[in-house]
């Protein structure tokens, strides 16, 4: 039995360690977009390793068939993006989760792994980074690009400073110290949240973008969630976290053109949708240039585009077939409501789930 042309349905989920452990099933193309029960069930497994962003996303696809098809196992293990493209270009696991595209470098590799057929890049998870803040009686503040640039880069050191102040005219500022707490591992998150400093802080930020934090000394913790226990745990502290795991801590609105824009799905979505693909890549190869210093109206553009990347063509049949299987159904209208309902993301447009859905059907054995 192909899977090629067929849409994969994940029925269940279990934690296992630092894991995700998902089962998948399949739906004939007439009813593609559609979950399927008591259709034929494959064996197998499939292994996957990276961002830590993409975690509650991975809960969120297989949330509603927590029971079902024991017989096919995706393990996926939250190691950051970095840790993800180093064991799939290494060829240690069968697809990443990663939020950023693979780098030249990283591309020559991955020719090394995948062969002459390439990689395929899927921007298939889109989500806000949050600027996420615990202090003493605010919720919300402005902040704008220059100012968030100054904070961490250290060279704005409390929150009465004239910079933020000028942002928020009115709110009562405390005489405390700001504590910024960026990631310590590689990171996609580093790398997206720096793109934006570097493109839309002008002077203020004089970092070339990287997934390792540029800025020395400061408070640094591991993940997503490790940045948002460091922040909740002090006072004074603002960190940069996926917006899902942010929770009840306050969240600042960025400047973009003559507003400030909150973080929500809408808004992630907005600015995506007027970015372009980045040319002279790969045909299957579909890495977003995100429009970082746009001034569109209620465009949100500290923005993370999160891809699943695995080859296009593998030695095992059965990891081809499950991984089309799988990636079908994350990309199915489904699997976007699925993920967007635990994690807060933006469900990918049509244009990018037809994109998507031409390079998945590539997938095939060498």
Known sequence: MTVRGKVAALVGVAAVGGFVVLATTYVPPNERGSVAAGVERLEGSLVGAGSSAQQA?????TAGYNALQPAVTVAYDPVGSGGGREQFLAGGVDFAGSDAALDDEELAQAAERCGPAGVFELPNYISPIAVAFNLPGIEQLNLSPATVAGIFDRQITTW????????????????LQITPVNRSDESGTTENFVDFLAAAGGEAWPYEPSGNWPVAGGEAAQGNSGVVAAVRSGQGTIGYADLSQAGDLGIAAIGVGGEFVSPSAEAAAAVVENSPRVEGRGAHDHVIEVNRDTTGSGEYPIVLVSYHIGCVEYEDPQVSELLTAFMTYVVSEEGQQAAAAVAGSAPISDGLRAQALAAIDAVRTA
Not at 160 to 175: K, S, V
């Open 57 to 61: 996303a991975m809960q969120g696809w």
């Open 160 to 175: 009465d400073d004239p910079a933020i102040a000028a942002d928020n005219p009115g709110l009562e500022l405390p005489d």
